[in-house]
């Protein structure tokens, strides 16, 4: 589900208040619904925006329930932490866009629903990796076990070779 945005919505996750004339890519909510046979369904969300309140997701768990009758209990809405998506809630000063957070709690809701009604047969696999090149300029495993944020080669000392790349996604 594409999620619409304007212009006149201010950015998420800069410390001040920041607009773009431009769109590069899609704003979206995907979900995918599973459901075994004798068991609840659940649902996984995923949305295109820094953070999800609770208020936006409560109020989608309803609406989800009943069209889907999946359980609230059952459904997981998280957020890729996008810093180029209209604010969510209001943060520092980079404000926010109720009409937004709107459209995203709708979202949330017309992804679900639209999955549920896709339901098949399936098979599903799973692998675990390491993503080691994403978001290497904001987050670094140091040799200690601490992930640093803030200045991750600084602290990584003379030899940034020494640390390893912590995913934060």
Do not use: Y
């Not at 994403?134 to 020494?162: F, H, K, M, Q």
């Amino acid at each position: 589900v594409n999620l619409k945005a304007s212009d006149d919505m201010p950015l998420a996750g800069s410390l001040e208040a920041r607009f773009t004339q431009e769109q590069e890519g899609e704003l979206r909510a995907v979900a995918v619904v599973i459901e075994k046979p004798g068991a609840a369904k659940i649902a996984i969300v995923a949305c295109d925006v820094l953070w999800l309140t609770r208020a936006i997701v409560d109020a989608a768990l309803v609406e989800i329930e009943r069209a889907t009758r999946t359980p609230p209990g059952n459904v997981l809405a998280n957020a890729t932490d996008t810093h180029h998506a209209p604010g969510t809630a209001p943060a520092h000063a980079f404000g926010w866009s109720e009409t937004f957070a709107d459209e995203v709690r709708g979202g949330i809701v017309r992804s679900v629903v639209a999955a549920n009604a896709r339901l098949a047969d399936a098979a599903l696999f799973f692998h675990l990796g390491e993503e080691r090149t994403v978001g290497a300029n904001s987050r670094l495993l140091l040799d200690d076990g601490a992930i640093s944020w803030l200045n991750p080669l600084g602290e990584a000392g003379a030899n940034p070779a020494r640390s390893r790349h912590c995913e934060s996604r």
